[in-house]
């Protein structure tokens, strides 16, 4: 073979090579494009899984309302147990003096002090403490867990300076918020009827919780008296009736989620010839837990659902609350992870349960950088995905988006059920001829707070347009949602100071 022979060979060596490469591109290119088709077909479904259409949030809103009515008609009537709370007078603003509050049920743990001028809205001082509850004492002995709270209360009250020692014959009064599933025998006791948001303490269900709480503080030689258990849904009712008397329900929505209101006593069917002063009484209607057919739910809610210490339980509050919407999207990106490579080799970090906690998600969210920086490093610090591209980075904020959407909405249906059922949804009186607009419909405020609330902008946001979506801007302009900074502590020593044993002469009715 002459030399050109050899040449032409290396030339068609070369082609060979160059057709090889291109074909092994085209084959990525066309492999990656199916993969990308898979990742979006993950996608659509769970977008179309998370559809709240308006329709299908009044059906939520209906359905809130024909529940609240089965709550109210039998024990045991519904999934909601429209618990009594026996508070049937909220502070006016005549209380005085100072006046002390835990609150447990969360996150956080905090201790409160709370000086009250005698007017409305004349919160001369309030002082907040707060500390995460240790994870081992959600699980381990009533004992610990109320002895670790005693034990905060006695560090608080030692280092308060002169001016708040009660007079001589005065014992220091307290309101205990206590913001899970409590039967209540009178407004200052109660037994608990399960533990939700990852606390598990078995002995202590079917206990007294005050007589709990009062055993430590005694035990500590603390002088102090539980004047008040509450709910920290009634908490922030209270508070938000003390600032304005339109205030007719209280939601909260933090680590879990929650609401109560106002009710008339003769519609608390179950509990016959029950008579207050005011003819009302707070309904913590536990609302955690309520479910329909109409709820949007995804196989990640099912999963989540079936994976968690309280399966069929507290469904709605796992769709919506702060403990549960990082881990919905945890469950998406895993789903993705399995369907493709898009994330790159597995990371077991994915499978790991409530590793992405929902301030993360709110934080990728809402990232508004153009390289999405945050949602980088948060895949790579917190899930262990490294060098995700801009594409993949986008895909994240649209999960993120999807889900918290869904949430808020839902939301935002719970609280029209309850304006519903107390006929402040504009509804009531459409008479013939009559159009929506000209229906006179009364201030209402609700009272708000809760991290996911409070410190989630784009969740806010869109809880206030379903608002207005179900509503009309018309009946919507009239609901006020007041947000109260720290209320279920600060409405607990309210309550405290309302059913002082020192005065008699400190509540309105309702
Ligand atoms: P708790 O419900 O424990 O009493 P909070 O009302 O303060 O306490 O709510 C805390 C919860 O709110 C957290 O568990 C978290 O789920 C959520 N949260 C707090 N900050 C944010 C944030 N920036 N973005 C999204 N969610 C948040
Ligand atoms: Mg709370």
Sequence with gaps: MGRRGVVAVAAVGVAVAACVVAGVVVGKRVKSRRKWKRVMGVLRELEEGCETTVSRLRQVVDAMAVEMHAGLASEGGSKLKMLLTFVDNLPTGSEKGIYYALDLGGTNFRVLRVQLGGQRSSILSSDVERQPIPPELMTGTSEDLFDFIASALQQF????????????????????????????????SGILIKWTKGFAIESMVGQEVTESLQRALDKRGLDMRVAALVNDTVGTLALGHYHDEDTVAAVIIGTGTNACYLERTDAIIKCQGLLTTSGGMVVNMEWGNFWSSHLPRTSYDIDLDAESPNPNDQGFEKMISGMYLGDIVRRVILRMSEESDIFGPASSRLSMAFILRTPLMAAMHEDDSPELTEVARILNDVLEIPDVPLKVRKLIVKICDVVTRRAARLAAAGIVGILKKIGRDGSGGISSGRSRSDIRMRRTVVAIEGGLYSSYTLFREYLHEALTDILGDDIAQH???????????IGAAL????????????VQPL
């Design 495 to 506: 309550l405290a100071a309302s059913h002082s044993s020192y005065s008699v002469d400190t």
């Design 479 to 489: 609901v006020i949602l007041m947000v109260t900074e720290d209320g279920s502590g």
């Design 157 to 188: 009250v030692e280092k308060e300076g002169n001016g708040s020692e009660p007079p001589p014959i005065r014992r220091r009064e307290l309101g205990f918020t206590f913001s899970f599933p409590v039967k209540q025998t009178s407004v200052s």
